[in-house]
């Protein structure tokens, strides 16, 4: 049984920083796309970043040259780089991964057989 766990979440101010982490458990093999989704209140689970085994990441334009995405493979964690964060970012953040496929065009949820519980990011003025 596949397990995410999320942390990192918290409470900073605009233009603050945070890391989000994934701890994933209960898989072998290491061709997973992993990525970051987020939903605010009243709105969609939408994708912030994915990265492939190989490294390859995509991003969504509203946070492209802020959110950095990384992999440690061998530790089996998913991270979050956040930085110059705005009120906008404020959401539950998640940590989903797919299963022998790439992260590419998998923007909807529907392709991630994976979740972790969430993990609150809220940025203040």
């Known amino acids: 049984q596949v397990q995410l766990v999320e942390s990192g979440g918290g409470s900073v101010q605009t233009g603050g920083s945070l890391r989000l982490s994934c701890a994933a458990s209960?898989?072998?093999?290491?061709?997973?796309?992993m990525a970051w989704f987020r939903q605010a209140p009243g709105n969609e689970r939408v994708r912030v970043a994915g990265?492939?085994?190989?490294?390859?990441?995509t991003y969504t334009n509203s946070v492209k040259g802020r959110f950095t995405i990384s992999r440690d493979n061998a530790k089996k964690t998913l991270y979050l780089e956040m930085n110059s964060l705005k009120v906008e970012d404020t959401a539950m953040y998640y940590c989903?991964?797919?299963?022998?496929?790439?992260?590419?065009?998998?923007?909807?949820?529907?392709?991630?057989?994976?979740w972790g519980q969430g993990t609150q990011v809220t940025v203040s003025s």
């Open positions: 990265i492939d085994t190989d490294g390859t990441t």
């Open positions: 209960g898989y072998s093999n290491r061709n997973y796309c």
């Open positions: 989903a991964a797919r299963p022998y496929g790439t992260c590419g065009n998998a923007y909807s949820r529907d392709y991630y057989a994976y």
